[in-house]
């Protein structure tokens, strides 16, 4: 069997590049595989360390490269890409992977099961009918404006606009065909989506550290069961802030010489988690007054200090720091610190 001491492997569609190396300055092994002879090619070596971009389909070789007796490492591309000597090509990406594995500062990502990834994208295709049904609102909010028809914000009130264009007959038929069709649009969506949820939920309440998520004000189900399998190990995090770090929650640093400059949060990270989770934090902010603890003090102590908004972000980054100390130590969100007064 082939022997080396670690692979790197620049990852595509059907053509993989691999970067193997024999010993510390010694022969390297630069190749160019099918899909087919990547299973042949690794499974004829001897179990070492592979290198890999998180990206598309990498979870997955990770899963079966693991299955063959490999160590497998996920590196997010913007850490490789220092590594890069000069040009863009496949075989060079493949040695960049190939060192970059090797660096004792280089940061990892979880690899993630198949029901992980199965989750998230129940989230992902929730979302992305959350912005079908938006786009079809306000295209029959449009449609019907230059028609008179107007009701007031809100996915609420789309029933009172469909029902008005239905009883008003000066309206053509040719627009009320097109209310129709974008009506039945739209009660398509919001069945597929109620599906989906419920899905949510199931997913949910199997898993155990999603449930203990479930608990903290502000989360829900959804929030949970979306952190819980874009973070199989709360480990890799040495605090909950370098969690909320990774979520692009904390403050955008421009510091030399010394002095610190903070400015706007990063904006790293994944988009729809930060998303969630600000949506959850401005949801909390307006029954604040109704409780109790230091949660809630602390929530009323910044809205007098703070705009709104940028209590929400706060309020986000506090919920980020709390879900990975639930998420590591497997305690219950202590209820007292947000309870009913």
Not at 156 to 165: F, G, P, R, S, Y
Not at 299 to 327: E, G, Q, T
Request: some cysteine; overall charge positive; proline content about 4%.
């Amino acid at each position: 069997m082939n022997k080396f001491i670690r692979i790197g492997v620049d990852l595509a569609k059907n053509y993989f590049q691999v970067h193997a190396l024999e010993s510390e300055g010694g022969g390297v092994v630069s190749r160019k595989l099918t899909r087919a002879k990547m299973f042949t090619f690794f499974s004829a070596c001897e179990p070492c360390l592979v290198g890999m971009e998180a990206c598309g389909s990498a979870h997955y070789w990770a899963r079966e490269l693991t299955a063959m007796g490999h160590e497998v490492k996920l590196m997010p591309p913007s850490y490789v890409k220092p590594y890069v000597k000069r040009g863009k090509n496949d075989a060079v990406d493949a040695e960049a992977c190939c060192e970059g594995v090797s660096r004792p500062t280089m940061r990892f990502v979880p690899v993630k099961s198949a029901e992980q990834q199965a989750t998230l994208m129940l989230h992902r295709t929730r979302e992305q009918l959350t912005k079908q049904r938006t786009m079809n609102v306000n295209a029959l909010r449009g449609h019907l404006s230059e028609l008179g028809l107007v009701v007031a914000k809100g996915i609420e009130n789309v029933k009172e606009l469909i029902a008005m264009a239905g009883d008003d007959d000066r309206l053509p038929k040719a627009a009320k065909a097109c209310v129709t069709l974008i009506a039945g649009q739209i009660d398509a969506i919001d069945a597929s989506i109620r599906n989906l949820e419920k899905e949510i939920r199931r997913a949910n309440a199997q898993n155990q550290t999603s449930r203990l998520l479930d608990k903290i004000p502000g989360v829900g189900a959804i929030i949970a069961s979306a952190i819980s399998a874009s973070l199989p190990d709360p480990g890799v995090f040495k605090s909950g802030r370098d969690f909320a770090a990774f979520l692009g929650l904390t403050p955008r640093q421009n510091s030399s010489g010394g002095k610190d400059k903070l400015g706007g949060i990063s904006k790293q990270g994944d988009r729809y988690l930060r998303k969630q989770l600000v949506l959850g934090a401005t949801s909390l902010l307006r029954v604040a007054a109704k409780h109790k603890g230091a949660l809630a003090d602390w929530i009323v102590a910044m809205l007098a200090r703070k705009p709104r908004r940028h209590v929400s972000v706060a309020l986000a980054n506090k919920l980020a720091r709390i879900i990975w100390a639930v998420a590591s130590t497997g305690e219950l969100f202590r209820e007292e610190s947000f309870a009913r007064a």
